[in-house]
């Protein structure tokens, strides 16, 4: 079976290192990561920085994070494909220059958003706005954690969908269990937002497969948080088909992410 991580941390933090299932992720090695993505048979990863680092030193708005990002993307093109970790509350202006330099300077594909670290509201188009106008601009996917209260929650983030409806928005984790629902409805409502099934039940992953389609679906790890062979058995233990397990597997993330899988 083919397979791309479509959620992937990534980046060096000593705080993220003393509770992580991939020990050896954490150090900002670009090598780890090939040697990770060839431990769960995966041709590609989207490849992003963990959370604001809790241990100095400090990286406010990300750019040392992201400059990591950037160094394993040029490095293995044809295997990584970066993300940025954006914090829009730093300002339009800001947040666009950023996005600029990343796109030019490593061929940013996306942006990681996490709206309850961050403290705004992914629905606040005065803080959104500039983002997702470059984002529209270039083509970039959003990909946003999803399904904690109160700010990253899917409901909100529809209306970002809903305000920008030529960009793709994946949704980690559908929902989360506690917010499985809002995922699916959010879902159904506009076709540009597809989630990603990271951390989520057995239950959760058959219920938005039911409720929605296998199109809308991409398999994602959350390493080094989460173990790639356990997130990986899920999708090969609940009934899917073959063909199903395809597109969550890795056809869904390639037509997402632009990655030529055509073999």
Known sequence: MKVIDAHMHYGTDR????STCVPYLVHGEPESVIRLLDEEEASHGILFPHDRRMSP???????????EIG???????????GVARIDPTFGGDHTQALIDRYVG???????????GYDFYRP????IMGPLLDK?????????MHSGDAPRDLPYLQAQAAKAYPKVTFQLAHIGMHTFLWEAILA?????????????AYPF????????????????GSDVPYQSPAVEQMKLKVIGLSPEDQEKVFWRNAARIWGIDRTE
Request: proline letters at 4%; aromatic letters at 10%; glycine letters at 2%.
């Open 204 to 219: 959760d992953i058959m219920t938005f497969v039911k409720n929605v389609s296998a199109d809308r679906l991409l398999y």
């Open 15 to 18: 705080n993220v290192a003393a």
């Open 57 to 67: 030193p400090w990286d406010a708005d990300y750019d040392k994070a992201n400059a």
């Open 105 to 115: 300077d490593w061929n940013c594909r996306g942006v990681k958003l996490v709206a």
């Open 123 to 126: 629905s606040d188009m005065r």
């Open 71 to 81: 160094v394993a993307a040029l490095r293995y093109p044809d295997r990584i494909v």
């Open 135 to 143: 984002c529209e601009e270039y083509r970039l996917t959003v990909l």
């Open 187 to 199: 879902c159904q409502e506009y076709p540009n937002i597809v989630v990603d099934m990271s951390q």
